[in-house]
Nanobody
Framework: QVLLVESGGGLAQAGGSLKLSCAAS????????MGWFRQAPGKEREFVAT?????????????YYADSVKGRFTISRDGAKNVLSLQMNGLKPEDTAVYYC????????????????????WGQGTQVTVSS
């Protein structure tokens, strides 16, 4: 079975930092596109960041961010540990949401995917709350 489990959510003050982690099991996602999405109450699930597979190094894949988080969030992966991370700095109250880890089934896939429907596996989500 494929399982993605997020952790690291919690409460932070505006301007603070949190680091989210996504531990994958059941298969390796070292060569699969992975991403982070978030969903605030009453809102649609929206794209946050993605990291693409790189043929030279598992951890050197290109990254792409939503404009709302660019310059503040950093996505990374540890292919050997099968872990995806999201370092969030300069947090704002509007970052408050449930954050979801996602992965595509495809392997050796260097494509860019920013839509919910592009992903096949999802974690249960972790709550991030940012106070002003």
């Amino acid at each position: 079975q494929v399982l993605l489990v997020e952790s690291g959510g919690g409460l932070a003050q505006a301007g603070g930092s949190l680091k989210l982690s996504c531990a994958a099991s059941g298969r390796t996602f070292a060569s699969s596109p992975m991403g982070w999405f978030r969903q605030a109450p009453g809102k649609e699930r929206e794209f946050v960041a993605t990291i693409m597979w790189h043929s030279i190094s598992w951890n050197s894949g290109n990254t792409y961010y939503a404009d709302s988080v660019k310059g503040r969030f950093t996505i990374s992966r540890d292919g050997a540990k099968n872990v995806l991370s999201l370092q969030m700095n300069g947090l704002k109250p509007e970052d408050t949401a449930v954050y979801y880890c996602a992965a595509r089934w495809s392997e050796n896939d260097s494509g860019l995917y920013v839509n919910v429907n592009d992903y096949d596996y999802w974690g249960q989500g972790t709550q991030v709350t940012v106070s002003s």
